[in-house]
Each structure stands twice: as C-alpha cells, then as structure tokens.
C-alpha cells in the first residue's frame, strides 16, 4: 500500500471516530457497551498475532503492558467515549489527537527531562492557545457539560501522551503494545460490562450493533493502527504526524454533516489553531533531546 493512502485512510479513521461514536450514544448504545465493543472486538483480533508471537514476547513486555493499559487502553477509552456524551465531537478531536503533541512536549520535559525544540514548542503553544479557545467558548455559552467533556478529552490525550513517550523508552513495537494493551484491557471491561449491564446488546437493532463493531473493534482498535504504521514506515514519523493535523478540521466537517454539529467562529478558530500547533510540531526531532546525561541515566535506573 502506498504510503500516502495508508497515512489518509488513518486520518479519515481519526476523524470520523468521533462522529461515529457521538452518533451511537445519542442513539440506542451506551458508553459501557460501546467501550466493551472496543476493546472485546479487538482483543479477538490481536488474539491470533499474540499466540503466535507468544515465545518472543518477554516477560518484561506483560508487565509492562499494565501501565500502558491505563495510559491507552480501557482508561483513555473510557474517558473519550464517556467525556462524547457531553461534548461535540468536534471538541475530541481537537482536545485529543490535536493537542497529543503539546502534552508529549510538557509531560516529556517535566517527567522525563526532554528539552523540546523551538519549533516543538511554537507548536504546543497554539495548541494550548487553541484548547483554551474552546474551553472558554463551552463557558461562554455556559455549557457546563461540554466543559466536563471537554476536561475528560484532555485527560484522555495527556494519558495518551504518557503512553507515547513511556513506549519510546521501553523500546516495545507499536504492534505489540497495541495487542498487549488490548487484550490486557478487555480482560477488564469485559467482564465488568457482564456484571452491571442489565441489557443485552442485542436489544439494538443488527445493523447498529454491526456498524459499531466495525467502527470499534475493527476500524479504530486494529486498522487505523496498521495504517498508522505502514504510513510511517513508508512517509516517516515526521511526515506522517504533518498529516494528523487534518484530524481536527476533518472531524469538524463530518459532525457537522452527518451530526448537526455546526461549530462557531471561535471554535473553528480554535479548531485551526490546534491543527496548525500540531503541523509546526511534526518535524524531526520531535522527541527532543535528554536534558542532561545524569538525568537520563537516573530516571532509565
């Protein structure tokens, strides 16, 4: 596949997520079952790659994957489909993918001692000029429910963050991590939706329940990610991060369409600025460099 269409077929997943999920939890689902389709689905999926690559993954690897369950797994899920009941979708591709790179920048500074580069921070900059642009818009309006989802977007990417710059240090595969934290968090929701749901899913029609699998379990969990992957190996990270920033502006004009969703003036600004943060932000060097030698070797012990 060429690179290009792998990066476009990532991003169109990205912003069409969103748009996909907000429509469901208006409609028939709930965010618990919708988090179960997530991760149950695509834990079925990662089930093959994991018995087969079951003697090369060390030890190290499984225990490892417990923090990057809670920083990418169940915990962000969660949070992004719960914080969808309140807030447009819009808002979530904003507060999620597009400020990624500004929390990778302050959390990689602060945790990990990495000095961003200049461009790195210009970048996270207008991506924190455009997060406060829209919270102050969601209080303008005095819409008190969007500013709770919007908090549960940025929490959500903070934690992806975490993930980020916790899998560049641990040196596991995009791949596996992925298939580790999948299967690790349905382990979790799985039976946790068994225990406290009253309702069967098979209460919704087969085509909502067909359509939210595939866009769940099989879309968002497994191919956006070996899109996502093929994309870099292909364009670069450099590159293909470039492309992320149509995430947000693409997603405004889905919801819009399909959802009702019209943004205003403010939050289209604040949706450009977000999208221009993360373009200036996707050059080499974005993981910056170690702060000091010392520093780096206490914080690798």
Known sequence: MN????????????????VATRAALTGSFSPQELVTLRFGVGALLFLPYLVMH?????R????????????QGAGVGALVICGLQFAPASHQ???????VPAWVALLGFLVFARRPPARIVVGAGLCAVGVLALTLSSGASENLAALAG???FLAASALAALYVLQLRNWGLSAIQAAAIVTVY????????YLWSSSEPLWRVTPRELVWQIVWQGVLTACVSLVALNHAVSRLGAE?????VALVPVLSAMLAAAFLGETPSAAEIAAILAVSLGVSISAFRG?????ASTNASMSRAA
């Open 60 to 71: 190290q690897a499984w225990l490892r994957g417990v923090p990057l369950t809670l920083f």
């Open 239 to 243: 590159r293909t991060s470039a492309l």
């Open 150 to 152: 919007d908090a549960m």
């Open 3 to 18: 690179g290009y269409l792998a990066a476009a077929v990532a991003v169109l997943i990205a912003a069409s997520y969103p």
């Open 286 to 290: 974005y993981g910056g460099r170690p």
């Open 54 to 58: 079951f003697r090369g993954i060390s």
């Open 93 to 99: 591709a904003a507060l999620g993918p597009g400020v």
């Open 185 to 192: 968090s349905a382990a979790v929701v799985v039976p946790w």
